[in-house]
């Protein structure tokens, strides 16, 4: 035993018994793992009453319109008939548009950061890639009306008429507002998450693949995009899986430059509506049940939507992680 | 009358001998008396794999007995069952019997056991708090209140790292050289006045300075406090334990007096690994 | 080899290894843009009144955004009050206590739950506040945001917590400290730095946030005392006023906008630089 002159005890703590104090300290780590138990759950909670609500107060419109939901063009609320297809082309209109538009630049610039670049100015550059990331929605929506919308009516439309204006895409008449111009803010928007993803997937190619190839008397830009790119390929998918699942949910930038018709137009510069531009137009507005539950019916497949994708991007982004991002 | 004195000298050969067989038992029996673990029989598993097998072993009160052997030969595993330390990994057993003064330390209170016995550990591990909160932590948490700031000033007396910090205790624990955190992380073992202080090669991450003042640390604790020190350094084992125990393979091989150990090994592989043919 | 097709390969080479350039260096100006833009317009119209004043009645110019100044706040106070404690807690869980199969569920939903689109995050936040009542509240827009907070919270906390070294977790386990008191001594405060970052950044993402805020919280040209009536927010006065037809509210879209990016901005930078300066680089 302890000879010092400060010699403490081995027994007893001032409070209650020995055995009562070690229960308490044992019932602490059950009652901690119990609590933080609790609220780990109440997330799956949330998530499951979500779906649940969306169900619910979709169910007059479901029952009523059922699968024909899906195909039927109009849109009247007047009528009481409601359809989604105008919104669901809407949506993948303007994402597509922005996927054509941000992806080559997008990877350009992720392969510029990851490849190219110092060490020092791709850390900066991917910093001020993040902040723009930041940018909350409706800002770009500011931008997109003050600033887009004229260039689109006064420069670029007729500049792409003048070129490409045979194309069906590009016929009828430029208001400034549309799917194009919408495609191009959800483009800025989305850029930024396929430059911070590609650029991070990118990085962890092994060095030993580029420097094969240019062993070989590759150029850099050979090595970049035969070698080391395709080497990084599942992971630069899950990164465009993972900004197409933001371009179909993005609402406030794409309602204020869509031009909120519910139409469906071959050309890119007609305007359009998407799923989320109508609900936040709409909502508040809607008179009827029928009305607010095709509404909501709209939210339910823009879950779904979301659902699938984000869960498809996350695996592929998962698969790199393990595999080296090469198919096995 | 020469066979009586011849009697009386033979009987009294043999009160001699029977009193010098009395004075080594009771000096045996005083060993006996003043074992502090006594270990029989353990085995112990990661999962399936066994790392450790059927070891016997005394450990003495108030000694420092060194644990020595080859990487991988259980040695930390072992040092790592005195205090239940493998308890925190997942899918590990344990069987046979420790004995701490006689109570099993398997039934014992884990966090009864952890106050007796101490730890210090490979790399120093200091809390990021004040040198002052690191020390008084393991008191705070076993409900010593009262006065913290002597117990902690005697700690770090023990520790021999008072001089070099009294003036800064509220700075962080961050501010000292390795060799200071880890006297520190002794200091903060000490605080709760453990009866065993374990130590897993709490030199190895530090230069021989430092080194040769923890030694020198060990040698004036052991009066208070029994040690046993993992090391893969045989001279640290030769010049600072009063036992070593060889290990490899997850059996020990021999357990003796240092001095006899290394002289004198009885098993020709603690010979073999003692002379380096092997390690 | 040709010296014609090589020297093409040369030739592409430089063109496209320029044009990753101009990509990056283009996107790294419409940052300055969007900032420069929002300077110009919203610094000429950021005066006194914009601060302190309410919303004019429609068709009168002036006044100003005081009361969605005071009601972003609120908003973001009630977002913090309930969502980041359940996220800390959850990610404790995960972190510290979590079985395998239950722990990946868990994680999986949260991320799920990130990726839900705002706006559906609005009508489940009316369904489950404004529906029973049917009224719009300052409730409901917060517990919409707070929604939006917690899988951010989960994600920090965890990751924060996991990188506690194993080694300090033993330290305080040896002297006898049983589980919970572990992390409640040594572990939390080792990673508050970084789970609290995370909590600022979470609370700048919502704090931009419009769609959810559309029929929950809705909007007010009054102040707006307690928590069960509609309440004015920033990013909803923004988008009211840049579609309305009248200039002078699109001058007041612009000064807010300014303000809304400036702070939402500023907190980015001092988060993302504090993380960096750990040594800590995470994708968006």
């Known amino acids: 035993m302890s000879t010092t002159s400060t010699t403490l005890e081995h027994t007893a703590p001032p409070s209650a018994g020995p055995r009562a104090f070690v229960q308490r300290l044992r019932q602490g ?3 901690a793992h119990v609590i933080t138990l609790t609220f780990a759950a109440l997330i799956l909670l949330i998530t499951s009453l979500l779906v649940y609500e969306l169900w619910i107060n979709s169910h007059l419109s479901r029952t009523k319109f059922g699968l024909s939901f899906f195909w039927t063009q109009i849109w009247d609320p007047i009528s009481g008939d409601f359809g989604a297809l105008p919104f669901i082309y809407g949506t993948l209109v303007t994402s597509v548009v922005s996927l054509v538009i941000a992806v080559p630049l997008g990877l350009a610039a992720a392969i510029f950061l990851a490849e190219l670049a110092p060490r020092r100015l791709s850390d900066g550059i991917a910093f001020l890639i993040d902040l723009l990331a930041a940018v909350p929605s409706v800002i770009y929506g500011l931008l997109g009306i003050f600033i887009v919308v004229p260039l689109m009516r006064t420069i670029l439309g007729p500049a792409l008429k003048a070129v490409l204006g045979d194309l069906p895409i590009f016929q009828g008449p430029n208001y400034g507002v549309g799917f194009l111009t919408a495609g191009i803010v959800l483009a800025i928007m989305i850029v930024p998450f396929i430059i911070s993803v590609s650029r991070e997937v990118l990085l962890t190619v092994p060095r030993d693949q580029r420097e094969a190839a240019l062993g070989l008397g590759a150029t850099r830009w050979e090595a970049t995009w035969k070698v080391v790119v395709p080497w990084a390929r599942t992971g630069v998918m899950g990164s465009i899986f993972l900004a197409l699942a933001r371009a179909l949910g993005e609402t406030m930038a794409v309602t204020m430059v869509i031009g909120n018709d519910p139409k469906i137009k071959a050309s890119l510069f007609a305007p359009g509506y998407t799923i989320a531009a109508v609900i936040a137009n709409e909502f508040t507005e809607a008179t009827g049940d029928l009305y607010l539950s095709s509404l909501i019916e709209l939210g339910l497949v823009l879950f779904l939507m979301t659902f699938v994708l984000n869960g498809l991007a996350r695996l592929l982004i998962i698969a790199t992680d393990r595999g080296g991002g090469h198919p096995s | 009358m020469a066979s009586a004195s011849q009697g009386n000298s033979a009987a009294a050969e043999q009160v001699a001998r029977q009193m010098r067989l009395s004075e080594k038992t009771s000096a045996s029996s005083g060993k006996e008396a003043s074992v502090r673990f006594e270990i029989a029989d353990l085995n112990f598993y990661y999962g399936a794999k066994q790392a450790v097998f059927g070891l016997n072993l005394k450990i003495p009160k108030n000694k420092v007995t060194a644990l020595i052997g080859p990487s991988g030969c ?26 701490l003064d006689g109570q099993q330390i398997l039934q014992m209170d884990v966090v009864k056991l952890r106050r007796r016995v101490g730890m210090v550990f490979q790399r ?15 008191l705070r948490i076993n409900g010593y209140h009262g006065r913290l700031s002597d117990l ?77 020190i993992v090391t893969h350094n045989m001279q640290q084992a030769a010049r600072a334990s009063d036992f070593t125990a060889f290990m490899l393979d997850g059996k020990l091989i021999e357990h003796n007096e240092t001095s006899k150990l290394f002289t004198t090994p009885q098993d020709p592989r603690t010979e073999a690994y003692i002379t380096g043919r092997f390690g | 080899m040709s010296r014609v097709r090589l020297l093409w390969r040369k030739s592409l080479n430089a063109v496209m290894l320029t044009l990753t350039g101009v990509a990056a260096f283009g996107v790294v100006s419409i940052l300055f843009l969007i900032l420069g833009y929002l300077i110009w317009n919203g610094g000429r119209s950021l005066n006194w009144d914009f601060f302190t004043q309410l919303p004019k009645p429609v068709g009168e110019t002036g006044g100003g955004m005081a009361n969605a100044i005071v009601g972003s706040l609120k908003l973001l106070l009630l977002a913090a009050l309930v969502g980041l404690p359940v996220g800390l807690i959850a990610g404790v869980y995960l972190a510290e206590f979590g079985g395998k ?34 009224h719009f509240s300052t409730l409901a827009g ?21 990188a506690i070294p194993g080694s300090l977790r033993e330290g305080a386990m040896a002297l006898g400290a049983s589980k919970w008191r572990t992390i409640a001594s040594v572990v939390l405060p080792a990673a508050s730095g970084g789970i609290i970052t995370g909590m600022l950044l979470a609370l700048a993402r919502v704090a931009g946030e419009t769609a959810p805020l559309l029929f929950t919280a809705f909007s007010n040209r009054y102040w707006s005392p307690g928590w069960n009536q509609p309440i004015a927010s920033l990013p909803v006065m923004i988008y009211t006023y840049a579609i309305a037809p009248y200039d002078d509210w699109h001058r007041q879209a612009w000064a807010a906008g300014l303000i809304l990016l400036g702070l939402v901005l500023l907190a980015n930078m001092g988060c993302r630089l504090v993380l960096n300066r750990r040594g800590i680089t995470r994708s968006v």
């Open chain 2, 152 to 228: 902690v000033e005697h700690s770090l007396k023990r520790a021999a790292l008072w001089d070099e910090v009294k003036d800064a205790l509220h700075k962080s624990a961050f501010a000292l050289s390795g060799g200071q955190q880890q006297r520190l992380c002794i200091a903060r073992a000490l605080a709760v006045d453990p009866e065993v202080l374990l130590l897993d090669e709490p030199c190895s991450a530090l230069d021989p300075v430092t080194t040769a003042k923890i030694e020198e640390l060990m040698f004036q604790l052991k009066d208070s406090c029994t040690m046993v």
């Open chain 1, 29 to 31: 780590d059950e009652v």
């Open chain 2, 74 to 99: 259980g040695k930390s595993t072992f040092l790592r069952t005195l205090n239940r330390m493998n308890e925190t990994i997942r899918n590990t057993r344990v069987e046979g019997q420790i004995l």
């Open chain 3, 101 to 134: 199969a239950f722990s990946f569920v868990v994680r999986y939903t949260t991320d799920l739950l990130n990726g839900v689109p705002s706006i559906v995050i609005g009508i489940f936040a009316y369904s489950l506040v404004v529906l029973p009542v049917k």
């Open chain 2, 124 to 138: 120093p591990n200091p809390f990021p708090k004040s040198i002052y909160d690191n020390v008084a932590y393991g």
């Open chain 3, 142 to 162: 917060g517990i919409a945001l707070a929604i939006m907070v917690i899988p951010i919270t989960v994600r920090a906390t965890e990751e924060f917590l996991r």
